[in-house]
Nanobody, 124 residues
């Protein structure tokens, strides 16, 4: 049974930083592409960042480029999202997701397992 457990969310002032973690279990972590998505109230879930199986390739949505960094530690079965220079518009529930595709998908349909989400709130 695949489990993805996010942690690291919280309340932070604009300009601050948070580091999200997602611990995976249940199948060989290094065999899967990983992604981070977010969903704000009343909005659709949107892609934030993705990372390839070996960690060498990453992809970001335009609005977080230069501020967010996705990384993974395959020895620890964990993917991270370092978020710097946070803005109020980054406020959302953040989800990690796992994909069996070799490419970094940018839609929810590309991912077949999801975590429960962690709340990130950025105050102005």
């Amino acid at each position: 049974q695949v489990q993805l457990i996010e942690s690291g969310g919280g309340l932070v002032q604009a300009g601050g930083s948070l580091r999200l973690s997602c611990a995976a279990s249940g199948r060989t972590f290094s065999s899967y592409t990983m992604g981070w998505f977010r969903q704000a109230p009343g909005k659709e879930r949107e892609f934030v960042a993705g990372i390839s199986r070996n960690g060498l390739n990453t992809y970001y949505r335009e609005s977080v480029k230069g501020r967010f960094t996705i990384s993974r530690d395959n020895a620890k079965n964990t993917v991270y999202l370092q978020m710097n220079s946070l803005k109020p518009e980054d406020t959302a529930v953040y989800y990690c997701a796992q994909s069996g595709l070799a490419v970094i998908g940018r839609t929810t349909g590309a991912y077949d397992h999801w975590g429960q989400g962690t709340q990130v709130t950025v105050s102005s």
